[in-house]
C-alpha cells in the first residue's frame, strides 16, 4: 500500500512540475478549435520589463519580443490585444 501512495505521489508531483494540466488543457482546446466548435478567443497581452506577458487559460505566458507574441497567436489561433504599449 505504501508503494502504491508514493507512486501516486511522484506522478501528481511530476504532473505539477511539467504543466500536464495546462498541457491537457491546451490540446483539449485545439481539439475544439479544429472541429469548429469553439470561436477565436482573445488574449490581452501586456508590456513587462522583460518583454511582454499574457494570462491564457490561467496560465501566465512570457515573451521576449513581440515577434514571438506573434508567433504563439498564430499557432494558438488567438487574436491579441495589446494594453500598455
Same mark, same amino acid.
Given at each position: 500500500?505504501?508503494?502504491?501512495? *508514493? @507512486? *501516486?505521489? +511522484?506522478?501528481?508531483?511530476? &504532473?505539477?512540475?511539467?504543466?500536464?494540466?495546462?498541457?491537457?488543457? $491546451?490540446? #483539449? +482546446?485545439? !481539439?475544439? /478549435?479544429?472541429?469548429?466548435? @469553439?470561436?477565436? %478567443?482573445? @488574449? /490581452? =497581452?501586456?508590456? $513587462? +520589463?522583460?518583454?511582454?506577458?499574457?494570462?491564457?487559460? &490561467? =496560465? !501566465?505566458? %512570457?515573451? %521576449?519580443?513581440?515577434?514571438? @507574441?506573434?508567433?504563439?497567436? #498564430? #499557432?494558438?489561433? =488567438?487574436?491579441?490585444?495589446? /494594453?500598455?504599449?
Amino acid at each position: 500500500m505504501k508503494l502504491a501512495h *508514493d @507512486v *501516486d505521489e +511522484a506522478c501528481r508531483r511530476l &504532473g505539477k512540475l511539467l504543466h500536464l494540466d495546462a498541457l491537457r488543457r $491546451t490540446f #483539449e +482546446a485545439r !481539439a475544439r /478549435i479544429a472541429q469548429g466548435s @469553439v470561436q477565436t %478567443e482573445w @488574449v /490581452i =497581452v501586456y508590456r $513587462t +520589463a522583460k518583454g511582454f506577458c499574457c494570462m491564457y487559460r &490561467g =496560465v !501566465a505566458v %512570457e515573451f %521576449e519580443d513581440m515577434l514571438g @507574441v506573434q508567433l504563439w497567436s #498564430e #499557432e494558438m489561433e =488567438v487574436q491579441t490585444y495589446f /494594453i500598455g504599449l
